[in-house]
C-alpha cells in the first residue's frame, strides 16, 4: 500500500507530464491562431495564396478556403477547453457549449470544405487521397462523438473525440514537422509531403495509443453503442 | 443533433461531387500540373582561365649559352558568380508557423577575383 508521500509523488509526475503534454500544444494552437488572424484581410500577400492564385480566380475554392481557415480556428480554440478535467467538474456548462460550437463547426464548415479543398492539395495523388481520408474521418469521429454522448456513453464519446481532436491537431503538428524538415533541408515539396504523413498517421496513432490505455477493450471502442 | 447530422452529411456529398467534377474540370485545362512545379535555378559553371607565361631562365656563366626559356603555366581561378545570392544559414520566425512555403533569407556575396600569380625560378 503506497504511502501519502508516494501518492503525492505519483501525482505529482502525472502532473508534470501532463503539463509537458499540454503547454506545447496550447502554445502552438494559439500561435496557429495567431497566425490564421490576418488572412482576413483578404490580402493576396501570403505565399500561401500566391502558390495557388490560380485556385483563388474560382469563388467557390476561395470561399471555401476561407470558411475553413475560420473553422479551423474556433476548433483549435474550442477543443483547447474541452480536456480539462476541472472545467469538467467545476463549470460543466462551458464543456456543454464549447463542444456543441466544435461540433457544428466540423460538421458544417470545417470537414465539407476540407473534403472539397482536399482534391486540388498539394503533392501527388496519394497526399490528396490523404487529404480525403482526413476530412471523412474528421467527420465520422465527430459525428460518433455527438451520437455517444446523446446516448449518455460518457467513455464512447470520449475515444471519439479524441480522434476528431488528434484529426483538427494535425493543421498544428504538420507546421512544428513543417520547420523541423526546413531546418535539415528537406526541399519544400518533399518536405510537405513527408511531413503531411508524419502529422496525420503520428497524430493517429497517439491518439489510439492514448484511448488503448485507457480502455478495457482496445476493439469495443470502434463500434461500442 | 440530427439536423446538423444530415445537413453535414449533405453539405458533405455536395462537396464531394462538386470536388469530383471541379477537379476533372481543371486537370483538363492543365492548372493543375503547372501550379506546384518549382522552378529549378542552374547555376553557371565556374570560369578558370588558364594562362601561360614564357619566363626567361637565367644562363649559368660557364656552361649556358643560349637562353632557354621554361614554360611555367599558372592557373588564375577567378570565381565570377553571376548568381549573386548565397542562401544563408536558416532562420525561422514565428509567421513561418504556416501551410505556405518557408523562404529562407538571401545574402548577396561579392565576387571575388583572384590575381596570377606568377612563379620565378631563383639562381
Not at chain 1, 476541472?86 to 457544428?104: D, F, N, S
Not at chain 1, 482536399?118 to 487529404?131: C, N, T, V
Not at chain 2, 477537379?23 to 483538363?28: A, L, P
Not at chain 2, 611555367?72 to 570565381?79: G, R, Y
Request: glycine content about 4%.
Amino acid at each position: 500500500m503506497p504511502n501519502s508521500r508516494q501518492l503525492t509523488l505519483q501525482s505529482s509526475v502525472r502532473y508534470f507530464f501532463a503539463a509537458l503534454f499540454w503547454i506545447p500544444i496550447v502554445f502552438f494552437s494559439l500561435l496557429l491562431v495567431k497566425n490564421t488572424l490576418p488572412y482576413f484581410s483578404f490580402s493576396t500577400n501570403f505565399i500561401f495564396i500566391e502558390e495557388r492564385a490560380l485556385l483563388f480566380l474560382k469563388p467557390v475554392y476561395k470561399a471555401s478556403f476561407y470558411i475553413h481557415i475560420f473553422a479551423g480556428m474556433f476548433c483549435i480554440t474550442a477543443a483547447l477547453t474541452q480536456f480539462s478535467s476541472y472545467i469538467l467538474k467545476k463549470r460543466k456548462a462551458i464543456h456543454i457549449w464549447m463542444g456543441k460550437i466544435y461540433v457544428l463547426v466540423v460538421l458544417i464548415l470545417g470537414a465539407p470544405t476540407g473534403l472539397y479543398m482536399s482534391f486540388f492539395a498539394k503533392g501527388s495523388f496519394w497526399e490528396r487521397a490523404l487529404f480525403l481520408f482526413m476530412a471523412i474521418y474528421w467527420f465520422y469521429s465527430t459525428t460518433k462523438g455527438l451520437q455517444m454522448i446523446k446516448l449518455k456513453n460518457v467513455l464512447a464519446h470520449k475515444n471519439w473525440m479524441i480522434r476528431s481532436y488528434s484529426m483538427a491537431m494535425t493543421a498544428v503538428t504538420f507546421r512544428i514537422y513543417h520547420i523541423l524538415f526546413y531546418y535539415f533541408g528537406v526541399d519544400h515539396l518533399h518536405n510537405y509531403e513527408i511531413s503531411l504523413w508524419i502529422s496525420v498517421l503520428g497524430n493517429m496513432l497517439i491518439a489510439e495509443y492514448f484511448i488503448f490505455r485507457k480502455s478495457k477493450s482496445y476493439l469495443k471502442t470502434f463500434y461500442t453503442n | 443533433m440530427k439536423a446538423i447530422i444530415y445537413a453535414g452529411i449533405g453539405l458533405f456529398s455536395a462537396a464531394t461531387v462538386y470536388g469530383v467534377v471541379d477537379y476533372y474540370g481543371t486537370k483538363k485545362t492543365g492548372t493543375l500540373d503547372k501550379m506546384y512545379k518549382e522552378e529549378e535555378t542552374v547555376l553557371p559553371a565556374k570560369e578558370e582561365t588558364m594562362s601561360t607565361v614564357e619566363l626567361p631562365v637565367k644562363n649559368e656563366p660557364v656552361k649556358a649559352t643560349v637562353a632557354k626559356t621554361k614554360i611555367v603555366t599558372t592557373k588564375s581561378s577567378k570565381t565570377k558568380r553571376t548568381f549573386p545570392f548565397k542562401a544563408k544559414v536558416r532562420e525561422v520566425k514565428f509567421s513561418d508557423f504556416s501551410r505556405g512555403r518557408i523562404v529562407p533569407k538571401k545574402v548577396a556575396e561579392d565576387t571575388k577575383t583572384v590575381e596570377p600569380v606568377i612563379e620565378q625560378e631563383d639562381k
